[in-house]
């Protein structure tokens, strides 16, 4: 009982306040690449209501791999091939140049973006999107996918969404909390759920049309699901005693989740059409935290079943359970890349807790971050960067740190706490 009491103190970590996220670069890779983001040209009368190239600029920076040249030190603004002169560009430093322009036709915007190497004097890239006034915003991150893509050959991430979780004290001892939806930047926050009671635990769906979550708002815990499309949400089964940590299969037909029905907190799947349990784990140490392998063969789960927390994995046809973790007392919260060979994770050394990541194949573990109070990681879905919660000072934010290491940044909130982040996939 008493560590089921612990358990459910851990599952109810304190959550404090909201506000839009904004982002702050720490630490980046030791030689970015130059780039320089030109103004687009706008050729219409009423301005813009974004800043595409400025959104693109900063989405670059934010990555912590490319040094971005300030708009006062350019020289000229050109905004295609017949006013670009790459001389002027190589003597101010820049390896890459993007520049656009965007028009008006009947109401109906064109954004026009293309991509050179100065050194080479070579367009990379270049593509017209039709667009409006209400979407320039995600035309511009589609632009840094894009570009990002083209430089560095990794899929770019910057159009794909965050949730979080937020809470607001009114008076001792109540809290408004808030379940919120933002992109990856923190831009363009919306609230998808309001409550006085905790709210924990949010997942994305893998054609991120959904959310499952665990909400408190009935005064036990209870699993919903959120169509974001329409608002629309349903209870999913609800047991007594502990209903917590759902994870969409990769498929969406089934939700791992943990329940205490039977007296001990255990790992279970369920079947969303036929709406049929399978219990997955039966052990008397604690079972929780699952998240699904990206082959939806296997599910990762966190342990004490060998008297310290540690992740292990069961694979489903089988049965079979395998442990993953062995350096260190304390490994937890297990997140897979989609590839399946990175395992990131909470782990804890020296009385501090770490974001840490393993490498599935030779069992290495670099600790990758150096505060104290970290927690629930989560994986932007081209395996790049790993947001998590962590303390600065007395209040939570979100920080991110790239699977080297190598890059750092946070999103801290501009008034107060923010918790359980999770990374949407690619749509």
Known sequence: MQRIVLFVCLFVFSLIARAELTVEITQG???????????????GVQALPEDVAKVVSDDLYRSGMFKMMPRENMLSFPSDRSSLFFRDW???????????????????????????????????????IKANRNNLRAVGHYISDKVFEALTGVRGAFSTRIV????????????????????????NPRTILESKEPIVSPAWS???SKLAYVSFESGRPAIYIQYLATGKREKVQSFRGLNGAPAWSPDGRQLALVLSKDGNPEIYVLDLQQRRLSRITHHFGIDTEPSWSPDGQSLIFTSDRGGQ????????????VTRLTFEGRYNARGRLTQDGRFLAMVHQTNGSFHIAVQDLRTGRVDLLTETFMDESPTIA??????????QEGVR??????????????????????VREPAWSPFQ
């Open 164 to 187: 979080y979780v937020t809470a607001k004290q009114l008076s001792p001892p109540e809290y408004r909390y808030r379940l919120m939806l933002a992109d990856s930047d923190g831009h």
């Open 29 to 43: 890779v030791d030689e970015p690449t130059p780039v320089a983001v030109v103004p687009f040209s706008w050729s």
């Open 381 to 390: 879905p081209n395996g790049s960067i790993i947001l998590y919660a962590t």
């Open 309 to 320: 927390p540690q992740i292990y994995s069961i694979y489903l046809p089988t049965r079979d």
């Open 90 to 128: 190589r003597i101010s430093g820049s390896d890459f140049i993007v520049i656009g322009r965007i028009k008006e036709t009947d109401g109906q915007l064109t954004v026009a973006f293309e991509l050179y190497d100065i050194l080479k004097e070579e367009r990379i890239l270049g593509e017209e």
């Open 396 to 417: 939570g934010v979100l920080s991110a740190v790239s699977l080297d290491g190598r890059v750092k940044f946070r999103l801290p909130s501009t008034d107060g706490d």
């Open 206 to 208: 893998r054609d991120g």
